[in-house]
């Protein structure tokens, strides 16, 4: 049977403006197997991974699991254990770490908080303090949620770590498994789709130098799926790099057609007309899937500076 991932590649399946939404990204670690829906399906308890996902909802905090590359037995003890919280949104992009061997202390965090960039409530629940390490680079392993993940994602995981990138980690979910092996970079946020590992290691040289790549990414995650298309076709347009100097300020309309303005540290801002369009011919959306869809894609009309490069407002 032929992988989502390939019928993809074939049709050249543009990868911009795929990417997963959220402000905040909280991780876990937490080894053994993953089930299709992680946090329920896995060596977590499922009660608190239930709970987890009720009190993220609707706060901008998305919560996945992680491991660290290769073989990931667990044992069911209690062991100290990874966790993660990145905020990415441009002006107050930070990347904190801590360590648990009690899970349900998650619970204890104030998601809406965080979800707006404030990190002292993970500091204060989990003695948190700031990542003083490399880059996090996340790939998407999780082969019961689509088996290209799986095929695509354990190598280039492997594959990376073995090189000497420190900051590895496999992850349960980035969406977008016909992109795969897909990746994310914290703590910036952007994210990238059919992701090799010489590729990996330009963004992640990129990163310390607070500069994005554009190559395969799919967007930045602060942005939901308009203002990614926005942000990466005026990067795009004025061959802007630098990480942080760019932010989708507003976004009006609905599907399938929205106005975004994007502002520039500087003061310029660029207004985008984006339009959502039906992907022809039908392909499978993930390789689980029984019938074969016309996934949404967003396609930018028109990037326009108005004249002096500024707008009221």
């Known amino acids: 049977m032929s992988m989502c991932s390939t019928a993809s590649r074939q ?30 399906s896995s060596h ?4 608190v991974g239930r709970a987890l996902e009720r009190a993220a909802r609707g706060t901008g905090v998305r919560i996945a699991l992680i491991r660290r590359p290769g073989h990931h037995p667990d044992r069911r003890t209690a062991s100290a254990r990874q966790v993660y919280a990145a905020h990415t949104v441009p002006g107050n992009v930070w990347l904190h770490s801590a360590m648990t061997a009690a899970p349900e202390q998650l619970l204890d965090l104030d998601f809406a908080a965080l979800g707006q960039g404030d990190h002292h409530t993970f500091d204060a629940t ?19 949620r689509d088996r290209c993940c799986a095929l695509l994602g354990r190598p280039l995981a492997a594959e990376l770590a073995s090189s000497g990138v420190h900051g590895v980690w496999e992850v349960t979910h980035l969406g977008g498994h016909r992109f795969s092996p897909t990746v994310l970079v914290l703590p910036h946020g952007y994210a990238y789709g059919r992701a090799e ?13 607070g500069r994005v790549v554009l190559e395969g990414c799919r967007g930045r995650t602060a942005w939901e799926r308009p203002g990614q298309a926005a942000e990466l076709a005026v990067r795009q347009a004025v061959g802007e790099y ?13 599907v399938p057609h929205w106005e975004v303005t994007v502002a520039h540290a500087d003061g310029r801002r660029w ?43």
């Open 11 to 40: 049709l050249d399946e543009p990868p911009a403006a795929t990417a997963p939404a959220a402000t905040t990204w909280l991780l876990l670690e937490q080894p053994g197997p993953w089930g299709a829906t992680a946090l329920t």
């Open 242 to 254: 630098r990480a942080d100097v760019l932010s989708v300020v507003r976004t009006e309309g609905a």
């Open 197 to 209: 590992a010489h590729t990996v290691k330009e963004v992640l040289h990129g990163v310390r130098e």
């Open 126 to 144: 989990l003695q948190g303090a700031p990542h003083t390490g490399d880059p996090l680079t996340l790939v998407c392993t999780n082969g019961k």
């Open 271 to 313: 207004h985008v007309t984006v339009a959502q369009e039906t992907a022809r011919p039908p392909r499978p959306e993930s390789c689980g899937a029984s019938v074969l869809g016309e996934p949404a894609h967003m396609v930018v009309v028109a990037v326009r500076e108005p004249a002096g490069g500024r707008l009221a407002g």
């Open 44 to 47: 977590l308890d499922p009660a």
